[in-house]
């Protein structure tokens, strides 16, 4: 791990330092309040979590997560993720139940969209019970109620909408524009398969899209009635 974190600050740029602080939103009272950045591209932490996935144990990827540096614990879910594609069963409920359990670790939009779809849509997938989603939908933690419509990403791939409806209906409610773009991006991916199936939401639940929310989901819409979802012309 100590190769890691010598390889990490060795790819460091102080000027994207600056940018990644201002795009993830660090200052007081922003979502990624206090988070540490150390200006690494994304391709770079890639080659990274290659290099060092051979010689990684789940305890130096806890620590990893753990850490008060963004890009370390942006690492640590990569990793997790390979983990997870090499794991038995066995090894894969373990990684699902580490996931959850370290869920208010993984504090930033990056962080829950490159991860949650891959571990935990991945996970669910083929499970019946998915509860589990519904109670992270209800969470008090941003960063959870994130991960429970994300996730469902992995069931959209595969036709299986019904958790992705259900759950965006629960926070339709929700104050946070992360969770009001979180909702249109999955809607906007049903619609792509399943135009009918996302404009029947749409107009059932039309008095509480957030206009976030809308403008996501009708995205790829034609423009005639792109325009009438907008106007309220449904």
Do not use: C
């Not at 959209?156 to 104050?175: A, H, P, Y």
């Amino acid at each position: 791990m100590k190769t890691l974190k010598k390889d990490l600050r060795k790819q460091s740029d102080k000027d994207r330092v600056r940018i990644s602080q201002s795009f993830f939103k660090t200052e007081r009272g922003q979502y990624g309040e206090g988070d540490i950045f150390l200006g690494v591209t994304v391709p770079k932490q890639r080659l990274i979590a290659k290099e060092a996935a051979k010689r990684i144990s789940l305890e130096d990827i806890q620590k990893l997560l753990s850490s008060k540096i963004h890009e370390e614990r942006f690492i640590s879910l990569l990793l997790l993720i390979e983990r997870y594609k090499k794991a038995n069963e066995e090894e894969r409920k373990s990684i699902f139940s580490f996931y959850i359990n370290n869920a208010k670790k993984i504090n930033n939009w990056d962080l829950v969209d490159v991860s949650a779809p891959k571990i935990i849509g991945r996970y669910l997938l083929e499970k019946k019970d998915r509860i589990i989603l519904f109670k992270l939908s209800k969470s008090e933690n941003l960063w959870e109620k994130r991960i429970a419509i994300v996730s469902t990403f992995e069931f959209i791939r595969k036709n299986q909408f019904n958790e992705t409806l259900e759950i965006s209906k629960i926070l339709l409610k929700d104050k946070h524009d992360l969770i009001h773009k979180a909702v249109g991006w999955m809607l906007r991916e049903i619609g792509k398969r399943d135009r009918k199936s996302l404009e029947k939401f749409l107009s059932e639940n039309y008095g509480n899209l957030p206009r976030t929310t809308l403008r996501y989901a009708i995205e790829r819409f034609p423009e005639d009635l792109r325009q009438k979802f907008l106007k309220g012309n449904i």
